[in-house]
């Protein structure tokens, strides 16, 4: 989640352990282990949820459920109670005040530089790309709130009514067949409408299916980059079936389409957990890199990642919606090879 990559560790820490207890009841050493923390470490971050009433001190722990039946609302109420949040916030959306401590702005800024952004107390505001504010301050509003989607578009319309807005590349968006289609569902009238598009596509995974058979009818060169990896790709990962396949190509196009929005290969990523990369996804990483021009500037690493994220949630998907046993069986085979690979 990109909120978790901004706030400090600690709390990075009781999310974590609040996760854990959500879904199985553990004791400190279990906890410990499935952490990677010290048991010194598991205890006094359990202690300290304790102290503020989230969970219940047990062998094993649990959630206080009466104090907090929504674990979602309890996740949200965590995150937001962290001090560099917090202070992100602020800067989100402009409310920041003439006394801002520079060193929380540092820690903060040790974070943002990833995402190409940074904050600075005389503008008063977040720096960097307008399209990743932008994207950012819907997916706000989309987290910590309970508008509806044509809600989030009118609060976001009116928030930019008297400022500049970013620019769009017209040439990612070959057909307004799609857009207008969009524009008319949610009576939107302003200039931000590929932007809200963009992010409507991320929620509306068949949405994003028909944009991206739009670039495949016009044979964009987006779309001409996305099948040369993939059958680079293919050379390395077998992807067996129709609808494991295909789901792989929409997923990878969601990656370049935002790379070429300008995007880090770091917000793509957050949208997983993160985990170990086989070494198989560096090499396959470094030899796309090499024959795929747009994607020489992604550090090999966030690459890799990506490639193996893509893989594994389109055999996911693909497991998921697979009509036989034997298919299924296939499937599941060829996922476990992805997992184990190395």
């Known amino acids: 989640m990109i909120w978790q990559f901004i ?3 600690k709390t990075q820490g009781y999310l974590q352990l609040l996760e854990l ?44 459920r009466q104090h907090h039946p929504n674990f979602l609302e309890l996740h949200r109420k965590v995150l937001t109670e962290d001090p560099r949040f917090k202070l992100f916030k602020q800067f989100l959306w402009q409310q920041t005040s003439a006394d801002t401590d520079y060193t929380k702005m540092r820690e903060l800024n040790r974070q943002l530089i990833h995402l190409n952004l940074w904050v600075n107390r005389r503008a008063g505001r977040l720096l960097g790309d307008p399209g990743i504010i932008l994207l950012l301050q819907l997916r706000y509003l989309r987290d910590f709130y309970y508008f509806e989607e044509g809600e989030v578009y009118q609060q976001i319309e009116q928030y930019y009514k008297d400022q500049p807005t970013p620019s769009v590349n017209q040439v990612l968006y070959p057909d307004k067949v799609l857009i207008s289609r969009f524009i008319e569902k949610f009576d939107l009238q302003g200039n931000l409408t590929e932007f809200f598009f963009f992010d ?16 495949q009818q016009y044979q964009t060169d987006l779309y001409q980059e996305v099948r040369k990896a993939s059958r680079i790709i293919e050379e390395t990962i077998a992807l067996e079936g129709e609808l494991l396949r295909s789901t792989f190509n929409v997923k990878l196009f969601d990656l370049f ?6 995007l880090p290969i770091l917000l793509f990523n957050l949208k997983w957990k993160q985990g170990p990369v086989p070494s198989s996804y560096d090499h396959l990483s470094r030899e796309v890199k090499r024959q795929i021009p747009m994607l020489r500037n992604c550090q090999n690493e966030g690459l890799a990642l990506a490639l193996k994220n893509i893989v594994v949630a389109s055999h996911q998907v693909a497991l998921k ?10 499937i599941q085979e060829r996922y476990q090879t992805v997992l184990l690979s190395d």
């Not at 207890?21 to 282990?33: G, P, R, S």
């Not at 409507?200 to 670039?215: A, I, K, N, P």
């Not at 389409?257 to 300008?262: D, E, K, T």
Request: proline letters at 3%; charged letters at 25%; hydrophobic letters at 30%.
């Open 257 to 262: 389409f935002g790379l070429s929005q300008g």
């Open 21 to 64: 207890i959500n879904k199985e009841q553990y004791t400190i050493t279990e906890m410990a282990k499935q952490l990677k923390v010290s048991i010194r470490t598991a205890m006094r971050y359990s202690d300290e949820l304790q102290q503020k009433g989230y969970v219940i001190k047990g062998k094993p722990w649990r959630i206080n």
């Open 200 to 215: 409507h596509l991320r929620y509306h995974f068949q949405s994003f299916t028909e944009f991206y058979h739009c670039h």
């Open 321 to 330: 919606t697979t009509p036989t046993l034997d298919s299924s069986l296939l």
């Open 7 to 9: 706030i400090r560790k």
